[in-house]
């Protein structure tokens, strides 16, 4: 039986939330050459595998924490998910942007989150880890106690891992990057040949750069 780390990254392939091209690699706006490309918007538009990560959240949250106050999605990608958690679990909800509005309140936590209240922030992504953080100390900002992340899928970057530790931020995930090579592999997305890229680019990120050598050449 499928585990839900793998179970999701297949769904997330097929509908192409992840997309993988390690012979085309994707520039992300860090500058970084990378041969996936992540973006969980997408699920939004199939019901079937939106009403399953929502279920999972909520799953997740409720084994992990335990008096949950408030949600907190992170703007944009997790701004829906985390409202269709919060009304599953029927709990108050707001939103973090990444930078306060330029004009009216200039809010940067849209809804009313109140001091003291135990908060969950939900995320879509991680990656380094830094906008997440940054969300989270919004929260913290606002008199809330953040008891935790949890997030739809993860890079597993070893500075991700490090960041959140130093933060004290428990960070719990439906799926995760090892998880999605072996989905990859299964679906027939990918060929085994390309699995060595695929682990080479996420020991070194920042300074990867693709093979003019062609695996299924070999």
Known sequence: MKDIATLLAEKLLKITAIKLQPANPFTWASGWNSPIYTDNRKTL??????????????????ENFTDVDAIAGVATGAIAQGAMVADELGLPY???????????????????????????VIEDLISTGASSLKAVEAVRMAGCEVVGMAAIFTYLFPQAEEAFAKAGVKLYALS??????DAAVNINYITPAYIETLREWRKDPANWEPSTDNPADL
């Open 94 to 120: 707001a939103y973090v942007r990444s930078t306060p509005k330029d004009h009216g309140l200039e809010n940067l936590i849209e809804g009313n989150l109140k001091p003291g209240q135990r908060v969950v």
């Open 45 to 62: 538009s199939y019901p079937d595998v939106r009403t399953f990560i929502k279920v999972e959240l909520c799953r997740l949250i409720m």
């Open 176 to 181: 995760n990057y090892n998880a999605m090579l």
